[in-house]
């Protein structure tokens, strides 16, 4: 079965500090794989996609991730982290013909502190 | 401003009382999708549709009915509500005929069954 596994359900961090949120995705298939923030009290907003060509990835605010298939990771990276990053994160991943039905890890927990 | 409606904001719903949840979006997107979030379980596809006039079962679909009349709206219906429904619940949309395969989401509904 495909799932999504996102280790660290909290990630506390100083502000300007870098951060990883790590995430690994067990499939068959090949994948499409996705970031997505939740600020508090909203819905989900895409950071950051991978659908093919370059592994390394850019997304908004400054957030980039590094798709690694041999080792079905797909971490996200800020080398800055500012106060209004602190959010819920999600991974998720697509298979590949199976339409946009997302697969979402359980979400980690980025909190920013002075 | 285009982009997806979710209403109620919130509701408190006795046990056995039947509900609507209403979506709407005005993208034009062809698929349509309903999850809930739940605290350490990340978010969970309780149904989807792919096109107007279709529909199918996600990962966690009973107790839950939709209906896609037609390409705005995706109403989710619950006919008699339990206390295990509590939850927050996601509309979203996409359009995956453009390959984009990004998935729009709305603010949310936050549904408590007592």
């Known amino acids: 079965a495909q799932s999504v596994t996102q280790l660290d359900s909290q990630v506390p961090v100083f502000e300007e500090a870098p951060v990883e949120l790590r995430c690994n995705y067990s499939s068959s298939v090949s994948v499409y794989l996705f970031w997505y923030v939740q600020y508090p009290n909203q819905g989900l907003q895409l950071l950051l996609k991978?659908?093919?060509?370059?592994?390394l990835v850019k997304g908004i605010n400054g957030f980039e991730a590094e798709f690694n298939k041999s080792q079905t990771s797909f971490h996200l990276r800020k080398p800055s982290v500012h106060i209004s990053d602190t959010a819920e994160y999600f991974c998720?991943?697509?298979?590949?013909?199976?339409?946009?039905?997302?697969?979402f890890g359980t979400g980690t927990r980025l909190q920013v502190f002075p | 401003i285009a982009g997806i409606t979710q209403a109620p904001t919130s509701q408190i719903l006795a046990a056995g009382r039947r509900m609507t949840l209403r979506c709407t979006q005005d993208m034009r997107h062809n698929a349509m999708y309903w999850y809930r979030q739940d605290l350490g379980l990340g978010l969970r596809l309780i149904h989807y549709s792919n096109t107007a006039g279709t529909t199918g079962k996600g990962e966690v679909p009973d107790g839950y009915s939709v209906s896609r009349a037609n390409t705005d709206d995706f109403p989710l219906t619950l006919a008699s509500a339990v206390p295990s429904q509590t939850s927050v619940y996601f509309c979203a949309s996409s359009d995956y005929r453009k390959g984009s395969n990004e998935q729009f989401f709305g603010p949310g509904t936050r549904l408590t069954v007592l």
């Open positions: 998720a991943v697509i298979l590949v013909g199976d339409t946009d039905k997302l697969i």
């Open positions: 991978y659908l093919s060509g370059s592994t």
